[in-house]
């Protein structure tokens, strides 16, 4: 067969979007350009937690709804029939725009171990912003296509300090439960973690912790674990059972594509743009906003720039991109009367990462499942809360490591501004600004290793250091409820803009957040709907 050309490429892409999502209209990019400047009474800019909520309730209601989506859609077959590659042979899927992998994990016995790639639209971003690198998603589901599907509630108590604007009882009553139902998630069937060799790793480390007094705790999952299960026992192809996590998962994940976002479409008012990434926000002079937005193809060219306008903007990019697209929007003078608080209250939600050295009778297993179903909770630890995910080490061979993700309580913030001179947006967070993180951790795994008489390993990080907190997975902020918006994520200084995703959380909130971000999405959307929309 031949290989496929850029434009088939395109026009394949085109037709399955619109037959897999259910799309009325069938165009590439280039086509859709022809009109330079189309209109949609709102827009929702990024498809991940928040964004999928906001496209859904507005679709419900009848509003006709465009969302604009920087990556791509996630539903073609490589060469290999695999839609992701996994986590031990990465291609070019694997990471959006970059020639080599960014593994969390960069070593092993200081070996490096990521790998060159083909520069293409995959699937991870990391953005790297001086001491710290933010790991996000990229494509139709955002985070939810490379994040371990931990669907944590925070502890009340936290929540409340977070968001004293917030009814708490309404989120634990009404909008946990909400999101919780529509992003499917699941519990570990507790028989079955007991015996399965996919979470060896895990009753390894349960028993350590509670060797240390530790108390531990399963953790939901929007994973399948009856398909899990059924992986285990060799019934269907693997994919939490074959390495596959944050190049995305090929089979059993119910990421958003499958959940929010499949129902948004099917309201038939809903329609997703793919490979659309907005640039700026300015607006009419009868207030319609207007997007520019550049279009690319899957090499993440741009081929085509166009301007889109919208009477209600919802932006879910994300903590990075929506607070990007404020600041830009403030600071040029396009949208001048935007918040000074926008930009502040940023936080990577107190990550830490960490191994351990376990004795040899303490093996880890050589299949674990990518899906982490346990967590260390000692949140409620006066003076070092931390909840620990168990995290995986896929590895194929027997490592003898325990690793974790450890969520701490740290009260540092980093600031994001806008630089004029190059057009973006930088984070200003400093390494020293992650001290009250590694102490909090510390003392926790200290107690794990001497009640175990276990190490640390300092071989996993690129250097000899054992906590890493120059990366995170859950970044938080930018553009907090109830001060650079209003108590349902409505930008002060503006009508008819909105912040529905992981900016609205300020920078710490003690679990991983999808769940909470979700939740506040459920809760912020009904109130605009009924006072804003009617
Ligand atoms: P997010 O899901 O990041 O979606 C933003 C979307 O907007 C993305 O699709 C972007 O491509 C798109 N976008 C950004 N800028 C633009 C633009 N200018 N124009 C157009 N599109 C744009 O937003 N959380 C948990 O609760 N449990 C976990 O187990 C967990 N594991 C994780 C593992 C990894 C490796 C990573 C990276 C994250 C993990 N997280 C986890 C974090 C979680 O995925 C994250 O908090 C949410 O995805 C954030 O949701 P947002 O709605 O804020």
Avoid at 124 to 138: A, M
Avoid at 275 to 304: F, N, S
Avoid at 321 to 339: C, F, I, M, Q, V
Avoid at 448 to 474: K, P
Wanted: with cysteine; aromatic share 8%.
């Amino acid at each position: 067969m031949r290989p496929l050309s850029r434009r088939r490429l395109l026009g394949l892409l085109a037709v399955n979007t619109a037959s897999a999502l259910g799309l009325g209209t069938i165009a590439t990019p280039s086509a859709a350009a022809a009109s330079r400047r189309d209109f949609s009474p709102a827009v929702v800019v990024g498809t991940g937690y928040g964004a999928a909520v906001t496209a859904l309730r507005l679709g419900q209601a009848g509003i006709p709804t465009v969302m604009l989506e920087m990556g791509r859609l996630w539903d073609t077959p490589g060469d290999d029939g695999r839609v992701f590659c996994d986590m031990l042979n990465p291609d070019r899927r694997a990471m959006w725009l970059a020639t080599r992998t960014q593994m969390p994990l960069s070593s092993f016995l200081w070996l490096d171990i990521d790998r060159r790639i083909e520069r293409f639209t995959g699937v991870l971003d990391c953005v790297h912003h001086g001491d710290i690198s933010v790991y996000v998603g990229r494509g139709v589901g955002g985070g939810s296509l490379v994040n371990g599907a931990m669907a944590v509630t925070p502890k009340r108590a936290t929540f409340a300090e977070a968001f004293p604007d917030v009814d708490s009882d309404g989120m634990y009553r009404t909008y946990f439960p909400r999101a919780a139902a529509m992003l499917g998630v699941n519990h570990i069937d507790p028989a079955w973690f007991e015996t399965c060799e996919s979470y060896r790793y895990a009753r390894v480390s349960r028993a350590h912790a509670h060797n240390a007094g530790l108390t531990t705790t399963f953790v939901p999952s929007v994973y399948d674990f009856a398909r899990m299960r059924r992986e285990e026992a060799g019934e269907v192809p693997r994919s939490a059972l074959a390495a596959e996590v944050i190049y995305g998962n090929n089979h059993g994940k119910r990421s958003l594509d499958k959940t929010y976002l499949a129902d948004a479409l099917g309201t038939g008012c809903v329609s997703i743009r793919t490979l659309h990434h907005v640039r700026a926000i300015e607006q009419d002079a009868d207030g319609t906003y207007v997007l520019t937005v550049d279009e690319l193809d899957l090499d993440g060219t741009r081929v085509a720039t166009r301007q889109l306008g919208a009477r209600y903007l919802f932006l879910g990019a994300g903590s990075l991109g929506s607070t990007e697209l404020l600041l830009r929007a403030r600071d040029t003078g396009a949208l001048p009367g935007l918040s000074p608080l926008i930009g502040r209250d940023w936080g990577p939600n107190g990550n830490v990462m960490v191994g351990r050295a376990n004795r040899p009778r303490d093996r880890t297993g050589t299949v674990q499942s990518g899906m982490p179903a346990l967590g260390i909770d000692a949140w409620d630890d006066p003076r070092h809360p931390v909840f620990a995910e168990v995290a995986p080490m896929p590895a194929g061979v027997e490592l003898w490591v325990s690793l974790y993700l450890a969520v701490t309580r740290n009260p540092e913030r980093g600031l994001l501004t806008y630089d004029a001179g190059s057009d973006r947006v930088r984070l200003h967070w400093l390494s020293g600004q992650a001290q009250p993180s590694v102490d909090q951790a510390k003392a926790l795994f200290d107690r794990l290793n001497a009640a175990n008489g276990t190490e640390y390993r300092s071989d996993l990080f690129g250097d000899t250091r054992v906590f890493e907190t120059r990366l995170t997975y859950h970044p938080l902020g930018g553009a907090v409820l109830g001060k650079a918006t209003d108590a349902y994520g409505r930008v002060r200084g503006q009508r008819r803009l909105y912040v529905t995703d992981g900016s609205l959380v300020p920078g710490n909130i003690g679990v991983n957040p999808f769940l909470t971000i979700t939740a506040l999405a459920e809760r912020n959307i009904e109130r605009i709907l009924a006072e804003d929309l009617r």
